[in-house]
């Protein structure tokens, strides 16, 4: 049994290897190839497949291909559907070419008559493919998809289409469908002007039309004359891009634009990289150039489509027969094999010249990808990969595109536009003066200084790149109107400047016409006003709290109260204490009363309290009436003291919209203006509206202008402006300030051509020169320092919450006045009682005044003396003592009378 089975296995091995030791296909299998008289590379790229073929000896090894080329003149379709039908009639397995399109058609019908399968390479924009036409060329819709995702990924929003013919725009349709779903892009139509070669006036037009955004689809051989008649009307600049709808953007020579920053894209698709090609030129080595270079796309498709046929019948071999009939344009009889062999080149899988190559159920090419090029000095790189799935993946970081953009600008000398306005551009002050010949001869930034010159001189070290100022003609910033831009974003438009530096806001509106780095200073929208002038300080202001009249009624309280508690202590019982000599002494004297009052109004308590009901009554309601009165003082002094400081009649922006008397207006064509009339908030929308109305206008016509205007007319006009800006006006004319806060918050920034390839790098060499701290160094400079800055504040500017002493100066008289009123009672007690000693010991008044004084002014005198009351008691002792002997002795003496007073009686 093992026996027999081993036998019948060996039997069917052997059948096998005689069935696979002959070939199911022709020896030779022919090949009809159909080209013009113009297309002589794909015919010759037709011819180099077929030897590639039959040298490969992987597929087809018992076969050989042969080739029957049928020549006929360009744009002769039935002289070419003549030919097709005498190469035909031995018998072919497949057509190549042709590449015209009516040649196409004849062929095509042809090809579904007879069952003989069409190789085509080149593109048609059909959704429905013939039965017996298979295209190794991408579908035009697929790369269609792949510019609209290049316009989407790079973040166009407007456009123009330049095309030479109308095939041109069926092949880019769902990039003009692309507006529909990528809101904001607007695309633009220009056709090539036909019949002749000269294309400038059609340039001209796209270059008044500002826009930089191309798209260029014409034959290959017309893309360098395009190119060099941009580059003569300067629209080959930094900010202009190119989008070339060649697949063969790669082979066009720019040695002419090294040093052009122009952007030239394109998309690939064969990589001159792959192992495919590396093999094909090392067979064939490339000798041609534009069309005739091998790696060429049409070209290679021609190769392509000889390889993918060949590989369907290298299949087909291994499991099915071929057979090659005789054919006839005039019978009609259909190739009996043709289907088949339709099949197998559906299911064909094969990595060519121009990639990988698969074809979807419809037989058309599919899962694709192309290289996204970019011009990097005279050479295209490839800087990213498109696939139908992901669409534009780029290959470069971020970090390694802005890179690109710095080393391109430092080999660029920036034109930077700006106008003459403080402190951010100034003529410099010569001392001595410089005469008009040496100011010529002067470069810009030995005539000017300022915050943007030293600003720029900064960034340039930052981000490494030269630069050349110019003073914009007319001194514009910028603003739109009459359907054009004026002023330095009307240069920036214009590719005249590549910056524009001034204190210019970031707004909308602009942000639509030039591209802004990140702000460099931060601001908002300010109200310039004139202080008013103070009235001349009062001596007295610290009485102003008060009427004059709650004054003197409280000094009246005061003595009554005064005069009420010396009389009920006087009535009360209980207020007299006995002294222990049978009498009794009450202390509300009426001086102690006054005491009592004062003391008790100014917060500082007394020596003495009252002891009975009656007092302690009057006292209470004394110390609560102090206690109002001292209370309320202290709250109307504070607000008082307040209310001077704010003496404006208006402090904000609300205030100027409920009154009349004070005018206020903007500069008339600056953000500040455009703030206003886009501004939805009501009070904002009163004061638009009122600006607007006002006769006389009240719009200046500049910065300057309008504080001219604020100090002129006194406090009857404010005036809208940026805060930087009053920030350093006020710093320089001190009668002017700032009322309230900041209306809106903006930026300043620099400005750059729309879409410009340098933003990024400056914007964030902005940001590293705030991160330093530099730009809050040059803004100290400019603003505090240099040309009178600071000097409000050196002349007591800086001091407004605090009080003068011309304010307080009263203040100042009462205590000196006091003071010296105390000396005159001091001298007048001391005069009075040495007067009476003097008088009893019969001194001098003036030398016991002086033998006082020098006492008191004697530092090592001590603080002990003789009491001089006790002198007084001994004195007047003294004296009582002498004159009571005195009479004792008298009597004495004429106790038995005295001689002569008989006769004094008797003459009496």
């Not at 030919?83 to 040649?103: M, N, R």
């Not at 990039?175 to 000269?198: E, M, S």
């Not at 051989?221 to 190119?227: F, H, R, T």
């Not at 002349?795 to 002493?805: A, E, F, I, Y």
Request: include cysteine; charged fraction near 20%.
């Amino acid at each position: 049994m093992m026996t027999v089975s081993l036998r019948m296995l060996l039997i069917a091995w052997g059948t096998v290897t005689c069935l696979q030791s002959v070939s199911s296909l022709p020896e030779v299998i022919k090949l009809a190839g159909l080209f013009d008289t113009n297309s002589a590379s794909q015919e010759a790229s037709f011819l180099r497949a077929v030897d590639a073929v039959n040298d490969d000896r992987t597929i087809l090894t018992k076969s050989l291909v042969s080739a029957d080329v049928g020549r006929y003149p360009a744009d002769d379709s039935f002289k070419a559907s003549k030919k097709l039908c005498e190469i035909i009639q031995p018998g072919v397995s497949a057509v190549f070419g042709p590449t015209t399109e009516a040649a196409c058609h004849h062929v095509q019908a042809l090809s579904d008559t007879l069952h003989v399968p069409f190789m085509q390479s080149k593109y048609a924009y059909i959704f429905k493919r013939a039965d017996f036409s298979i295209s190794v060329h991408p579908h035009p819709s697929l790369l269609s998809k792949a510019f609209a995702d290049f316009v989407r990924k790079s973040n166009w929003r407007s456009l123009i289409v330049l095309y030479e013919t109308e095939d041109g725009l069926v092949k880019l349709q769902e990039l003009l469908k692309l507006p529909k779903t990528f809101h904001g892009l607007k695309i633009t139509l220009r056709q090539l002007t036909p019949d002749t070669l000269d294309y400038r006036p059609l340039l001209k037009e796209i270059k008044k039309s500002e826009e930089t955004r191309i798209v260029l689809d014409c034959d290959y051989d017309k893309i360098a004359l395009i190119l060099a008649q941009a580059d003569e009307l300067s629209l080959l600049t930094d900010y202009h891009n190119y989008l070339v709808t060649s697949l063969d953007v790669d082979k066009i020579n720019l040695d002419a634009y090294v040093h052009h920053n122009v952007n030239i894209t394109g998309f690939r698709l064969i990589d001159p990289d792959s192992s495919a090609v590396h093999q094909y030129l090392k067979k064939f080595p490339n000798a041609g150039e534009g069309k005739e270079n091998y790696l060429f796309t049409e070209n290679a498709l021609v190769h392509d489509a000889v390889r993918v046929y060949a590989k369907a019948l290298n299949d087909l071999d291994s499991l099915q027969e071929m057979e090659i009939q005789p054919l006839s344009c005039d019978a009609g009889a259909a190739w009996e094999d043709g289907e088949k062999v339709l099949g197998y080149i559906k299911e064909v899988e094969y990595v060519g010249l121009s990639g990988e190559i698969k074809f979807d159920s419809e037989g058309f090419r599919t899962k694709f990808p192309l290289d996204l090029m970019e011009k990097v000095r005279n050479r295209l790189k490839k800087t990213a990969v498109w696939t139908e799935a992901g669409g534009v993946n780029y290959t470069l970081t971020a970090t390694e595109m802005i890179g690109q953009a710095v080393m391109k600008l430092q080999n660029k000398t920036l034109r930077i536009t700006t106008t003459g306005n403080d402190p951010y551009v100034m003529k410099k002050i010569f001392d001595p003066p410089v005469s008009p010949e040496a100011l010529q001869r002067m470069s810009f930034e030995e005539k000017y200084e300022g915050f943007c010159v030293d600003l720029i001189k900064e960034l340039s070290k930052e981000v490494k790149f030269k630069y050349k100022f110019y003073l914009v003609e007319g001194g514009g910033y910028g603003s739109f109107k009459n359907g054009r831009w004026t002023g330095m974003i009307a240069d920036l438009r214009a590719q005249k400047a590549d910056l524009a530096v001034i204190d210019m806001s970031i707004t909308s509106i602009r942000q639509t016409a030039v591209d802004f780095t990140m702000p460099y200073m931060s601001t908002g929208v300010g109200i310039l006003y004139k202080k008013k002038i103070p009235p001349p300080p009062n001596p007295f202001s610290f009485l102003q709290p008060l009427s004059i009249e709650v004054w003197i009624y409280t000094t009246t309280a005061y003595l009554g109260v005064s005069i009420v508690l010396f009389l009920l202590a006087r009535i009360s019982p209980y207020e007299w204490e006995d002294d222990g000599e049978g009498s009794a002494t009450n202390q509300w004297t009426i001086s102690n009363a006054l005491w009592f009052g004062i003391g008790s109004f100014l917060c500082q308590g007394c020596d003495i309290l009252p002891k009975t009901i009656s007092t302690r009554t009057v006292a209470i309601m004394w110390w609560f009436f102090t206690l109002i009165m001292m209370s309320s003082y202290t709250a109307n002094l504070a607000a008082f003291l307040t209310a001077s400081k704010m003496s404006s009649p208006v402090n904000s922006a609300e205030d100027l919209s409920k009154q009349t008397k004070i005018k206020f207006g903007t500069y008339c064509c600056g953000s500040t203006n455009s703030f206003f009339r886009g501004s939805t908030i009501p009070t904002y929308q009163k004061l638009n509206a009122f600006m607007e109305s006002a006769k006389p206008s009240v719009y200046t016509s500049g910065n300057s202008a309008g504080i001219d205007r604020v100090r002129k007319e006194d406090g009857l006009y404010a005036f809208f402006m940026e805060a930087a800006a009053i920030e350093y006006h006020i710093e320089r004319k001190c009668d002017l300030k700032q009322l309230g806060g900041l209306l809106d918050s903006k930026g300043y920034g620099i400005a750059l051509p729309k879409d410009s390839p340098y933003t990024q790098a400056i914007s964030q060499g902005v940001i590293r020169l705030i991160e330093k701290g530099v730009v809050t160094r040059l803004k100290k400079k400019w603003w505090e320092e240099q040309r009178g800055g600071g000097s409000c504040k050196s002349l007591g500017g800086g001091g407004g919450d605090q009080m003068s002493v011309a304010a307080l100066a009263g203040l100042y008289m009462m205590l000196i006045g006091g003071m010296v009123i105390a000396t005159m009672i001091a001298i007048c007690e001391f005069t009075w009682r040495k007067r009476k000693l003097a008088v009893d010991e019969n001194t001098s008044v003036w030398l016991e005044m002086w033998e006082e004084l020098k006492f008191a002014i004697n530092p090592f005198a001590g603080d002990t003396k003789a009491n001089p009351m006790a002198c007084d008691s001994q004195s007047a002792s003294r004296a009582s003592s002498k004159a009571m002997l005195s009479k004792s002795t008298a009597e004495s003496l004429h106790k038995y009378g005295q001689i002569g007073d008989e006769l004094s009686l008797t003459k009496v």
